[in-house]
């Protein structure tokens, strides 16, 4: 694993980000931010509180629009994208894991994988064997009928990766996904990203606090005051 300014780039890269720079009134979020991440590429993503890491992965996932500069997902630019264009690129394109889980908490475990897949129209004979595939990948095929209130933190979690992979995204951002676990759990948790992404050949932002977590990622962005250190 390496520490790096993001300057490196890559052939048909999944993400590049070109001088983007964001500000929320007087305050300077990202200064001149610019990288380029390969398929199936591991990248992780840490920096102080405050360093503009959960702004840049908004922007990245389409939810912020940054002041100036570019961002190419999969080669489409999110910058001049409508509101419906960025929706159907989050649902086709780019998952997030979150810290929270953020399962739909009347769904069971089987149904909260399968609802992105019925929101981009999937048939069911498809989205049955999608389910299944990836129950049987986080082993909690045993546990598909729980519904989240029922399952533990680090269960919860593995169907969000389950969830994530789902529609097969080229992009996967990772917020913190280990923050809410404890040690076994949020280590299985980063053994199943790393092993599921290589397999599905998903690029990974892996945003955290946490160095030991970055052992899955070939290298390593800090942002420091908004920018690339």
Same mark, same amino acid.
């Given at each position: 694993?390496?520490?790096?300014?993001g300057?490196?780039?890559a052939?048909n890269?999944?993400?590049?980000c070109s001088h983007?720079?964001?500000s929320?009134?007087?305050r300077?979020?990202?200064t001149?931010v610019?990288?380029?991440?390969?398929?199936a +590429?591991?990248?992780?993503?840490?920096g102080p509180?405050?360093?503009?890491?959960s702004?840049?992965?908004?922007c990245?996932?389409?939810i912020d629009r940054?002041d100036?500069?570019?961002v190419?997902?999969?080669?489409?630019g999110l910058?001049a994208m409508?509101e419906?264009d960025l929706?159907?690129?989050?649902?086709e394109?780019?998952s997030?894991?979150?810290?929270?889980?953020?399962l739909?908490?009347?769904?069971?475990a089987?149904?909260?994988?399968?609802f992105?897949?019925?929101?981009?129209g999937?048939?069911?004979?498809?989205?049955t064997?999608?389910?299944?595939?990836?129950?049987q990948?986080v082993n909690?095929?045993?546990?598909r009928?729980?519904?989240?209130d029922?399952?533990?933190?680090? +269960?919860?979690?593995?169907i969000?990766?389950?969830?994530?992979l789902?529609?097969?995204p080229k992009?996967?951002?990772?917020?913190?996904?280990?923050?809410n676990?404890?040690?076994?759990?949020?280590d299985?948790?980063?053994?199943?990203?790393?092993?599921?992404?290589?397999?599905?050949?998903?690029a990974l932002?892996l945003v955290?606090?946490s160095? +030991?977590?970055?052992r899955?990622c070939?290298?390593?962005?800090r942002?420091?005051?908004?920018?690339l250190?």
């Amino acid at each position: 694993m390496r520490v790096d300014n993001g300057l490196s780039f890559a052939m048909n890269p999944v993400i590049r980000c070109s001088h983007l720079c964001k500000s929320y009134g007087a305050r300077q979020v990202l200064t001149d931010v610019s990288f380029e991440i390969a398929v199936a +590429e591991r990248v992780g993503l840490m920096g102080p509180s405050g360093s503009g890491k959960s702004t840049l992965l908004n922007c990245l996932g389409g939810i912020d629009r940054p002041d100036s500069g570019e961002v190419f997902i999969a080669g489409e630019g999110l910058t001049a994208m409508s509101e419906r264009d960025l929706a159907r690129m989050r649902r086709e394109t780019v998952s997030t894991v979150f810290q929270f889980f953020h399962l739909l908490p009347t769904l069971s475990a089987a149904e909260n994988i399968e609802f992105p897949l019925q929101l981009l129209g999937i048939s069911a004979a498809e989205r049955t064997q999608r389910v299944d595939e990836l129950l049987q990948e986080v082993n909690l095929n045993h546990r598909r009928d729980a519904l989240p209130d029922q399952l533990s933190g680090g +269960e919860m979690q593995r169907i969000a990766i389950a969830r994530a992979l789902a529609p097969r995204p080229k992009l996967i951002l990772a917020d913190e996904p280990t923050g809410n676990l404890d040690t076994a759990s949020g280590d299985a948790v980063l053994q199943l990203l790393d092993r599921l992404t290589e397999r599905y050949r998903s690029a990974l932002v892996l945003v955290t606090h946490s160095q +030991e977590a970055t052992r899955i990622c070939s290298r390593v962005l800090r942002l420091r005051d908004g920018a690339l250190a």
